[in-house]
């Protein structure tokens, strides 16, 4: 099918580009960005007359594990509505993802749904528990982009150094979340906020602990490290100084710590229930500090769609998580314009920075995947930045509804509405339509 879209403002953050132009598009590639070949016969064209056409956004941090029939369907159409072109799915789906089998049956059913290209992690470890580690080669045969225990900690650290020797000499990445399993079993991060409201609380030093031990792993086997979902600003630090040191090390932080703090908590809000915990100011305004100076490399969504009857319980008892992939652009924008950046820098952290932490892992896609290049993959977001809306339950496709952003909590407005999303120009969520229902 061959797509124009018209007179949109282009904005392609690894190149720099930012002007008005018409995008040609046919065979799923970009043909023409500018100046549009005269034999070119659109089958449909988009008019995106005050909208901004930017590359799909990549999330690297998406569950897909709402239990019930149609739970994949829900969560790709909400990807799409998103403008979320491509996620990564962290291993912890029921069952988790440590077989090639069940890899491939999950790719198989995305690529069917032509949503949203689906990169899966494979489970470092057999079940995401014990000290039996993954065949990571039938793994990644299958299609796993990297290997990670999602929440669940690892047995000990000899099976975590084994685990990255083993990825290290096969060029694999391995994403953690740097939490001490001893010290990351309460329900809110430590602080007066925790203490006065009764809350079991999660010390930064369960992050720190973790991120040097992991580190100092790294300087063991060589391997890649992704640190995902970063919380605090000593945290930041730390990672700051092994990019310094050269380390092979990312990292990113999820759109709830980046915007949000434990104050936010208020009277028991378990929409506010999230792991990691949401930390205080400081640690907020390091959080951001870092995604703008390129220490953290990437924003996710952490989008986890929770039931409603697993969240309408007392704080300390709900189901951590939030619902997230619609957000994630709005969030990206808040942060750029609150952060003073331009919009080439904001979206740079859900398009071509996320791509370079998978790197190799992308195969072919990963010559154009994150940006807007002729000849490369039609993946493309049009959205209008001057549009906004509050987030309700009617307005998201997910299943997931609960969201620390709900209007009805948090009187939040938006910026920035997806109109149309394309995935390798087929065209998976255009506003209004009623196909973009799962």
């Known amino acids: 099918m061959k797509i124009l879209i018209r007179n949109g403002r282009v904005v392609d953050p690894a190149s720099g580009r930012d002007q008005a132009a018409d995008v040609a598009i046919a065979a799923g590639r970009i043909v023409a960005i500018g100046s549009v070949p005269a034999d070119f016969t659109p089958d449909r064209t988009i008019e995106a007359d005050g909208c901004i056409v930017a590359p799909g956004l990549v999330d690297l941090a998406a569950r897909l594990k709402e239990p019930g029939p149609g739970a994949l369907e829900s969560e790709l159409a909400a990807a799409a509505a ?18 090639p089998g069940l890899v491939d049956m999950l790719k198989f059913r995305a690529r069917k749904l032509s949503r949203c290209r689906l990169f899966p992690l494979g489970a470092l470890t057999q079940g995401l528990q014990g000290a039996e580690i993954t065949e990571m080669i039938d793994l990644t045969e299958a299609g796993c982009v990297g290997f990670s225990q999602a929440e669940a900690p690892m047995r000990d650290n000899l099976t975590l150094s084994r685990a990255m020797q083993y990825a290290s000499t096969r060029g694999y990445s391995v994403w953690l979340r740097p939490q001490d399993s001893s010290l990351s079993g309460g329900v809110a991060a430590s602080g007066a906020v925790a203490t006065r409201l009764g809350l079991s609380g999660v010390p ?52 709830n710590s980046l915007h949000l703090t434990d104050v936010d908590i208020g009277y028991f809000n378990a929409d506010m229930r ?13 959080l951001r500090a870092g995604l703008a100076d390129g220490t953290i490399d990437a924003l996710v969504s952490d989008h ?4 409603h009857d697993d969240k309408m319980l007392p704080f300390g008892e709900a189901v951590p998580g939030a619902t997230g992939l619609e957000l994630l652009l709005s969030l990206a924008l808040k942060w750029g314009s609150e952060s003073k950046l331009t919009l080439a820098q904001s979206l740079a952290r859900v398009t071509s920075d996320p791509v370079r932490v998978l790197g190799e892992a992308l195969g072919s896609l990963g010559q154009s995947a994150g940006r807007l290049v002729e000849g490369g993959v039609a993946d493309v977001c ?15 496709h997910s299943r997931g509804k609960h969201t620390p952003f709900d209007a009805a909590s948090s009187g939040t407005r938006m910026p920035g509405r997806v109109r149309h999303t394309l995935v390798a120009g087929t065209l998976a969520y255009s506003a209004g339509a009623e196909a973009n229902v799962a």
């Open 382 to 396: 049009v959205f209008d930045p001057h549009a906004e809306w509050q987030v309700t339950p009617e307005a998201l």
């Open 274 to 286: 999230l792991t990691p915990p949401l930390r205080q100011g400081k640690d907020r305004d390091a």
């Open 204 to 255: 930064i030093a369960s992050e720190t602990i973790a991120l040097h031990t992991v580190i100092e792993l790294v300087r063991q086997s060589g391997a890649r490290v992704h640190f995902c979902r970063l919380s605090s600003a000593a945290g930041v630090e730390i990672v700051r100084r092994a990019k310094a040191e050269g380390l092979p090390v990312t990292a990113d932080v999820s759109i």
């Open 82 to 99: 998103g403008g979320v072109t491509s996620l990564v799915c962290p291993p912890d789906m029921d069952p988790p993802l440590d077989e």
């Open 304 to 307: 986890t769609p929770i039931g």
